[in-house]
């Protein structure tokens, strides 16, 4: 291949790694919201057992639905906890793809200029000129 082709492949690449980049940071955005709401409700639950002045069966009502959102939120930390670490992944595969098409162009290069250097020495040309 060309360096010429090779550096559209890279130029490729990198869109692809910053989509990748981009996907990632998403998910680590609703990790983030969603482990938060887990914390906020875990606030709200030990605030209501520090002040249970309330009418039991009306505070039994609301531990049992804090348990459920509970489940819920959980459930949904672990879903994107994965997709996370999946797009993470994903990321690292497209930077070392960048990475090893960046080390092919820098060798194709350093081969052109050889040839080069050995197409001007058969023309009695003075390399580099």
């Known amino acids: 291949m060309t360096p010429s082709e090779i550096h559209k492949?890279?130029?490729?690449?990198?869109?692809?790694?910053?989509?990748?980049?981009?996907i990632y940071a998403n998910h680590v955005q609703k990790t983030e919201a969603i482990n938060r709401k887990i914390h906020d409700l875990n606030a709200d639950v030990r605030r209501n057992a520090l002040s249970s002045g309330h009418d039991l069966a009306v505070s039994a009502r609301w531990h049992a639905w804090a348990e459920s959102e509970q489940q819920k939120l959980e459930e949904k930390a672990q879903d994107a906890a994965h997709h996370k670490e999946l797009a993470r992944k994903l990321a690292v595969k497209s930077s070392a793809r960048v990475q090893a098409l960046e080390l092919l162009l820098k060798?194709?290069?350093?081969?052109?200029?050889?040839?080069?250097?050995r197409r001007a020495e058969q023309n009695n040309v003075p390399p580099d000129a």
């Open 9 to 22: 492949l890279v130029e490729l690449a990198e869109y692809g790694k910053s989509k990748d980049l981009a």
């Open 107 to 117: 060798k194709a290069l350093a081969e052109q200029l050889i040839l080069n250097r």
